[in-house]
């Protein structure tokens, strides 16, 4: 660590006294100013940045307008060392930090395997502005990327996330008093199984799952003819991955209303599944109603589940109906699987060599989500949660890296 410290030091030594004697960014008095007005030269100006070499004091030829009272260095915007006195090289590694960890975590590993100060503000400032640029950046670019498959799965599925008091002030929600802690990020994922287990069963394959996700609303007025700001997120996913154009694409989802409403809008042709996970949960609040954690409650749910995965809906319907006068989670199953019966048709699911029960989806809240945004003490602003979760979501889906290089690539051209 002591030789990786002094070789660092040295190196950044160099490239200050390199960039210091470098005045070519004088390019005279005057300058005009984004504001329309001229900006006239002040001098060079000091200032320290985080580098990934460590510290490096920079002298920039520095130009002040009278007119807005507001100065820049022509040369911050050539090396793009405009972000919170970062780097690039530090920008990019605070986002792959903030991406996955905690603002504060985030600072203290930078420190430890970067060698490098970050505070935990400037990493969360850093984090939100580049996760909101990446989030534009998600909107415009929708080229092919990952393999494509036969089969194809495209999952969605909702998660609360835990919000500032004042974002949520007007909105309804499930607090006893009918407020609301917290608001829905949607989310989609897409995945391929062609890898099969011992016993032929299909299994995702690894490296196969990308992720996009969002707080947004999945509806639009009946009288709008655009698509909501989920649906067209799913689409642009879905294009991304060429699940429209699998052989045979499949949907997974939990009994959501928006989900099936935005799936049967978006891909017609596909077909819907109720993940079985989903459904095995929906039982398992039923068996906790009636029974409890009694044994005779496993009996009675080890059944459900045997009539669920053979399809037999109507025994499983009859075997709740018992319990519809007494329980309203009965009463509330038995409309569940009412409404979902042509999406739980597992049997013939099966044969035909589709994943019915993958948990992805429900493992892609957690991953997606939750474990960076659902923690102890976090509390989001709008704006806040949604630049984490692009920047999680480009960072875990392979997103990131394309998006760093275009963003190179545009201030090079600048
Ligand atoms: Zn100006």
Request: with cysteine; proline share 3%.
């Amino acid at each position: 660590m002591a030789a990786r410290r002094q070789a660092l030091r040295l190196a950044a030594h160099a490239l200050e006294q390199r960039l210091n004697a470098d005045t070519s960014d004088h390019v005279g008095a005057e300058l005009p100013c984004p504001c329309g007005s001229t900006a006239q030269y002040h001098g060079r100006h000091a200032k320290t940045f985080e580098s990934v070499l460590g510290l490096l004091q920079l002298e920039r030829a520095y130009y002040y307008c009278g007119q807005c009272q507001s100065g820049f260095c022509p040369r911050d915007r050539d090396l793009g060392l405009e972000s919170f006195s970062l780097t690039p090289g530090v920008l990019r590694m605070t986002a792959s930090a903030a991406a996955l960890l905690s603002f504060e975590e985030s600072s203290g590993l930078l420190r430890e395997l970067g060698g490098v100060e970050v505070s935990t503000k400037q990493v969360e400032r850093a984090a939100e502005a580049l996760g909101a640029e990446i989030a534009v950046d998600e909107r415009q670019h929708v080229e092919r990327m990952g393999e494509m498959a036969p089969t194809m799965y495209l999952g969605m599925d909702g998660t609360g996330v835990p919000m500032r008091a004042e974002e949520v002030a007007d909105r309804a929600g499930k607090q006893a008093d009918g407020s609301a802690k917290t608001r829905e990020a949607k989310l989609v994922t897409i995945w391929t199984a062609e890898s099969r287990d011992e016993e032929g069963k299909p299994v995702r394959d690894p490296g196969s799952i990308t992720y996009s996700a969002a707080i947004e609303s999945a509806s639009t007025p009946d009288t709008s003819p655009n698509l909501s700001d989920f649906a067209a997120r799913a689409l642009r996913e879905a294009t991304r991955r060429g699940f429209t154009e699998a052989a045979r694409p499949v949907l997974l989802g939990d009994g959501s209303t928006w989900i099936w409403n935005t799936a049967t809008e978006l891909f017609p042709q596909a077909t819907q599944i109720l993940d079985r996970f989903h459904a095995k949960e929906h039982l398992s609040t039923v068996r906790k109603a009636i029974y409890g954690d009694s044994l005779e409650g496993k009996g009675w749910i080890d059944l459900r589940y045997d009539e669920l995965d053979e399809g037999r809906l109507k025994s499983l319907v009859e075997a709740l109906h018992v319990h519809a006068g007494q329980y309203k989670e009965a009463r509330e199953c038995i409309h569940y699987i009412w409404k979902n019966r042509r999406r739980m048709r597992y049997p013939e699911f099966h044969k035909q060599g589709f994943c019915t029960s993958t948990g992805v989806v429900e493992a892609g809240c957690k991953v997606a989500i939750g474990t960076r945004l659902k923690r102890a003490g976090m509390h989001w602003t709008l704006e806040g949660a949604n630049a984490i979760i692009a920047l999680r979501c480009g960072k875990l889906s392979g997103r990131f890296e394309d998006f760093w290089e275009r963003r190179c690539d545009q201030r090079k051209r600048a």
